[in-house]
């Protein structure tokens, strides 16, 4: 396996954990929990960056947006979460902390995205619901408004954010990511991603 795949594979799996983590966590009752798991992989993920003050300000850029997103969703009512709420009009801890690790995409496993504006919208307006598919199937969230709605909703806001974040990632400087042991595998990487 070459460093990047491996980079990519260990980037998809720091993210896949945290997001299992939010998820059950904020299910069943133990939102901190799940939170606090979540951001120790964001960290972890930070700690292994090349260039980590980018890619902090990166995924600040995107916690705080998204907490914007989604409270907003949920105060419209196309989306309920069922624990975790530190202020009744913002979106649950857990859930920032999920867009924190999301934000830990763009420049590594997704970075083959980057420039292809109605890629990341067709992949947005798809993988935002699917995502959240899975997270009502674990007892995450719920449609208050129906789920026609609330998945309708989420195809639209998703089309625009995922191009909207991959933009901002391909312009932070951290763009393409690397995490530190690539370069001593192979010497410096390159490509996307790299």
Do not use: I
Not at 151 to 177: C, D, E, I, N, T
């Amino acid at each position: 396996m070459t460093p990047l795949a491996a980079a990519r594979l260990v980037n998809l799996a720091l993210y896949q954990g945290g997001w299992l983590a939010c998820v059950l966590g904020g299910a069943r009752g133990r939102p901190w929990l799940g939170s606090a798991a979540g951001l120790a992989l964001v960290l972890v993920h930070l700690a292994l960056v090349e260039r980590r003050a980018e890619e902090t300000k990166l995924v600040a850029l995107a916690a705080l947006a998204g907490t914007a997103v989604d409270s907003a969703q949920q105060a419209a009512g196309t989306v309920a979460l069922p624990s975790g709420h530190y202020a009744a009009w913002l979106c649950p801890a857990w859930l920032t902390v999920m867009w924190a690790q999301f934000a830990t995409l763009p420049c590594h496993s997704l970075a083959w995205f980057a420039g292809r504006p109605v890629t990341c919208a067709l992949l947005g307006a798809a993988g935002g619901p699917l995502a959240f598919f899975a997270g009502e199937r674990l007892g995450g969230v719920t449609f208050p408004s129906g789920r026609a709605v609330g998945y309708g909703v989420l195809a639209l806001v998703w089309a625009a954010v995922f191009p909207l974040l991959m933009h901002f990632a391909a312009r932070s400087g951290a763009f393409p990511g690397r995490y530190r042991w690539q370069q001593t595998a192979r010497g410096p990487a390159s490509g996307p991603g790299g």
